[in-house]
């Protein structure tokens, strides 16, 4: 396992400083936000490029997902978000990375007038993420929830549902597991079992049960030796990503004495 760093932390800053930020950093891996303001073109995919090059890292992708609703039962806003996607992964497809992430559509206000309606808008735009993917040989994973969220793929119940209806589709989609995440709710054991073979990327990042606060690697409540253990047990071969937005050096301190004891 690599221990790597998102730039979820830095995404305030200029673009040009997280560069040279991140030529200090201790890590393997690095996931890189697209993201306003740091929302890419060619020249941010060079310096990602050159940083990457210079460093010897193997690289992730996290898709835009503010105000980016899939699922939004408005043709305008879906075909916008759509659109959004696919030029990140044209851009993203250009750095060759092992993983693109995003996230699944939101439930609508008037879904309940609209029954299902949403969760088929959503089931229809990742089978056209999914097409948009095999044309750049891009893998793409979809990120996991805090079950009280108001995204439709939230923990284990939704996934089941999600590649039960994909079929054969969802052969080529992984899941981009969000530790986080899924001790909001205490789904960790349960999802990490059920899904031991979808999981092929994974996201890191602390809090106290309650709130996703986004702290750092053992400044909450997640039994970290607990999920490295079960990571082993699966064979997990990819990247941690820590997305702690606080006590990042930390976070990838601890981290890395997590997977060495």
Same mark, same amino acid.
């Given at each position: 396992?690599?221990?790597?760093?998102?730039?979820?932390f830095c995404?305030?800053?200029?673009?040009?400083d997280v560069?040279?930020?991140?030529?200090?950093?201790?890590?393997? #891996?690095?996931?890189?936000?697209?993201?306003?303001?740091h929302?890419?073109?060619?020249? $941010?995919?060079?310096?990602?490029?050159?940083?990457?090059?210079?460093?010897?890292?193997?690289?992730?992708? #996290? *898709?835009?997902?503010?105000?980016?609703?899939?699922?939004?039962?408005?043709?305008?806003m $879906?075909?916008?978000?759509?659109?959004?996607?696919?030029? /990140?992964?044209? %851009?993203? *497809?250009?750095?060759?990375?092992?993983?693109?992430?995003?996230?699944?559509?939101? $439930?609508?206000?008037?879904?309940?007038?609209?029954?299902n309606?949403?969760?088929?808008?959503? %089931?229809?735009?990742?089978?056209?993420? %999914?097409?948009?993917?095999?044309?750049?040989?891009?893998?793409?994973?979809?990120?996991?929830?805090?079950?009280?969220?108001?995204?439709?793929? $939230?923990?284990?119940?939704?996934f089941?549902?999600l590649?039960?209806?994909?079929?054969?589709? *969802?052969?080529d989609?992984?899941? *981009?597991?969000d530790?986080?995440?899924?001790?909001?709710?205490?789904?960790?054991?349960?999802?990490?079992?059920?899904?031991?073979e979808?999981?092929i #990327?994974?996201?890191?990042?602390?809090?106290d049960g309650?709130v996703? /606060? #986004?702290?750092?690697?053992?400044?909450?409540?997640?039994?970290?030796a607990?999920? %490295?253990?079960?990571l082993?047990?699966?064979?997990?071969?990819?990247?941690?990503?820590?997305e702690?937005?606080?006590?990042?050096?930390?976070?990838?301190?601890?981290?890395?004495?997590?997977?060495e004891?």
């Amino acid at each position: 396992m690599r221990v790597g760093i998102s730039t979820l932390f830095c995404i305030g800053e200029r673009f040009s400083d997280v560069v040279e930020r991140l030529r200090t950093i201790d890590v393997e #891996h690095l996931e890189v936000v697209d993201e306003w303001p740091h929302e890419f073109n060619d020249f $941010r995919v060079n310096l990602i490029r050159r940083i990457v090059e210079e460093r010897g890292l193997s690289l992730s992708i #996290h *898709a835009p997902f503010a105000d980016v609703n899939i699922a939004s039962t408005s043709p305008t806003m $879906r075909n916008t978000a759509l659109r959004r996607l696919k030029r /990140s992964m044209k %851009l993203s *497809a250009k750095l060759n990375p092992t993983i693109w992430v995003f996230h699944s559509g939101v $439930r609508s206000p008037i879904g309940s007038m609209l029954p299902n309606m949403d969760w088929k808008f959503n %089931l229809n735009s990742i089978r056209e993420l %999914l097409h948009e993917a095999r044309k750049y040989d891009l893998k793409i994973a979809i990120e996991n929830f805090p079950v009280s969220s108001t995204l439709l793929v $939230r923990g284990v119940e939704d996934f089941e549902k999600l590649y039960g209806d994909l079929g054969v589709d *969802a052969l080529d989609l992984g899941i *981009a597991f969000d530790v986080g995440h899924a001790n909001i709710g205490g789904y960790i054991d349960k999802f990490m079992e059920k899904f031991k073979e979808r999981i092929i #990327h994974v996201h890191v990042h602390d809090n106290d049960g309650k709130v996703d /606060s #986004h702290l750092g690697i053992g400044f909450g409540s997640i039994s970290w030796a607990k999920v %490295l253990n079960s990571l082993k047990k699966m064979n997990y071969r990819g990247g941690l990503v820590i997305e702690s937005i606080s006590n990042v050096k930390g976070s990838i301190e601890n981290m890395r004495k997590l997977i060495e004891h």
